[in-house]
């Protein structure tokens, strides 16, 4: 079992995952033992008072990849972001101040947790004409969403990816995004599932349970497909096609 993670607050003391070096390096720590191997930095940009920007990504991620070579873990961490969609997204998109995963076509976003203050299809589509993707963060959270499915289906026909969490497929998030996570998962709805973790403990890095228990549910390939080979397509900036 080998597992990419798309979705993590990995770099040390940016925004409200991890606090310090030596915190990024525990979570690393516990997610190659628990068999991720690659792991794109997502830590966040708008709409709250962090707005980690592209140079501070880059510079942040090559120190951790420096300080796991000298480790001699095998893990590799990639450069991105997690982008809360404002009116200003698009802009901060075309001023190259955010950062896509690995820097290739993937953009990871986040909505507001209330009603969203911005029009996202039309993000979308400005996206799209840029070369962009979006993978749209945890909808399983999203209360108005899960509550209009046909506004999510709109999003995904438009190209929008979804990516659930990790701690939303076993139930940790709570019984109603649970329920919200298995009912996209059955209905074929997601291309990813990542840990989004903040910490070792709370919402950790380990994704070997929640690849168990998709094995379980829904079968070792769509763990697989989840977990690694989508994950893997979307840093390598490739088409994803399941």
């Known amino acids: 079992m080998i597992i990419a993670d798309i979705h993590s607050h990995i770099l040390p003391g940016v925004d409200d995952g991890s606090s310090s070096l030596a915190q990024s390096l525990d979570m690393l ?29 880059l510079e ?12 001699d873990i095998n893990l590799t961490v990639y450069p991105g972001n997690e982008i809360r969609c404002t009116p200003d997204t698009l802009n901060s998109i075309k001023d190259n101040i955010v950062c896509s995963a690995n820097q290739n076509r993937y953009l990871l976003v986040e909505l507001p947790f209330d009603q969203p203050d911005c029009d996202i299809e039309s993000l979308v589509l400005n ?18 969403l899960m509550k209009d499915f046909k506004t999510l289906e709109k999003l995904l026909r438009r190209g929008v990816l979804l990516q659930c969490n990790a701690d939303s497929i076993y139930g940790l998030a709570g019984r109603k995004v649970k329920h919200y ?12 599932v990542a840990s989004d973790c903040h910490s070792v403990i ?3 890095p380990q ?9 379980k549910l829904y079968g070792s390939d769509t763990a697989n497909t989840l977990l690694y080979d ?4 979307m840093i390598a900036g490739k088409k994803i096609t399941k």
């Open 29 to 57: 720590e516990e997610a190659y033992n628990n068999g991720t191997r690659h792991m794109v930095a997502t830590p966040h940009f708008g709409g709250r008072s962090f707005a980690v920007n592209k140079d501070t990504v």
């Open 60 to 71: 942040l991620t090559g120190e951790l990849n420096e300080e796991l070579a000298r480790r």
């Open 127 to 144: 996206c799209a004409e840029m070369g962009h993707s979006l993978v749209l963060a945890h909808p399983e959270r999203y209360q108005y």
């Open 181 to 192: 996570a298995h009912k996209l998962m059955r209905k074929n709805m997601v291309s990813f």
């Open 202 to 204: 709370q919402r950790g």
């Open 207 to 215: 994704l070997s349970a929640a690849y168990n228990t998709i094995a």
């Open 230 to 233: 989508n994950p893997m397509r």
